[in-house]
């Protein structure tokens, strides 16, 4: 499975899945919450045309079904039918007696009220139920049977001087769903609409902070890459004036009181006294040398890399360290690469020979796999490398960024009294 590394395209991914998810979700509330409204739309306008329509004109003659007042009733009813809203109306009295409806036909007989219907007329306020095809309206309205799905509503009307009455009406629930549409649509752009434009901010600010970072990651990646490429200027600046002034120097100061040592001329006393400061001009010689090969190897590349440990292990052998150096299989590593195992082997010995007091120490370079190994072990007293003060504080986790960059691990293994271990792994190239 591929993982997306860009934080923008991972943002974007998120973001996508979070608003496809609040799409579901508020697309299921929306429908809800609008399926209610507009069935609230139609109890009001049930409401509205019973008071101002169906009771001015309504006449005390249809309770007794007078046909002047059912004419009366029929031409305003086929006005309102008219309208497209509503398809059927039903007057009832409170003993479910049909007092009008736009089906002559129907006046006159006698349905059963149900409990919410008797509510109404006894509480006011509206009532509505959904009808099925094919099924008899709540009231039970002989021989009606809806023509598809529809919303049955009612309410009470108060004639003057009569008794309370119901009025029903029918809306058909395609208008009714229309309208549901409509209502969940503007709930869908009021929800997701600012989505998507955050989500467009967002993004494009992701973008610009990305870009700064990117940039500074750069700035900071070139001014190391700047310091490092001086500290290897200066040291090798170092390493040049030693070799050629003092460490030449020393060398022929050193041929020349040994070979005064051995002339027959030098009295006896003066002859020991000038061996004694040659093996001393010499030993000092040695350690200068190794400090030269510390400070600045004089090849690192893979063919030298040997050679170069094995100068940087040198001073092991005056602190009764037995230091073992083993290179198997670098060729081809990149020359930067090999700097690098340099770099993290010297810090790794320096500091096995200030702070281990161990007994042997072993080197070990190797390449697996196109990966070059390193593993600095000594046998000294160790380390706890949670401590603050651990010898690797500053070294080695300064190293840690170097290696980090190439694409590397770096990794100290110690505790106290079982010697300490340096692993690194990083590509040859």
Known sequence: MRVLRNPILQFLAVGLVTVAAIVVGTSY????AASQEAVAEARDTTRLVARTIVA???????LNTSPSSIDRMDRTVIHLLKIGDISHCVLLDSTGRVLYADDISRINSRVQLDAAHRRVLREGGTGAR????????????PGYRATGPQLLTWTRIRPQNSEPV????????????????????SFRWISVGPLLLLMVVVTVMLRLLTRQLTRAGEERERLLRSAIDASDAERRRIARDLHDGVVQDLAGTAFSVSALARDPAVPEENRTSLQVAARSLRAGLKSLRS?????????LRAAGLAAALTDLTAPAAGAGIRATVRVDGVEGASDERVALVWRVA?????NALRHSAAT???????????VLHLEVNDDGVGFDPAGAGGPDSFGLRGLRSLVDDAGGTLEVRSSPGSGT????????R
């Not at 001015?56 to 249809?62: D, I, M, N, R, T």
């Not at 959904?130 to 309205?141: H, T, Y």
């Not at 042997?360 to 196109?370: D, M, N």
């Open 29 to 32: 509330l929306a429908g809800d």
């Open 56 to 62: 001015p004109q309504f006449q005390p003659g249809l």
């Open 130 to 141: 959904r009808v099925e095809e094919g099924q008899a309206g709540p009231s039970g309205l």
């Open 166 to 185: 119901l009025f029903e009406a029918y809306f058909s629930l395609g208008q009714v769903d229309n309208r549901q549409q409509a209502i969940s649509s």
């Open 291 to 299: 400090l030269l090969a510390e400070i600045h190897p004089p090849d």
């Open 346 to 350: 010297q810090e790794a010995v320096r």
């Open 360 to 370: 042997t120490l072993t080197v070990t370079v190797c390449q697996e796999s196109g």
């Open 421 to 428: 271990r340096v692993c690194m792994e990083v590509d040859a």
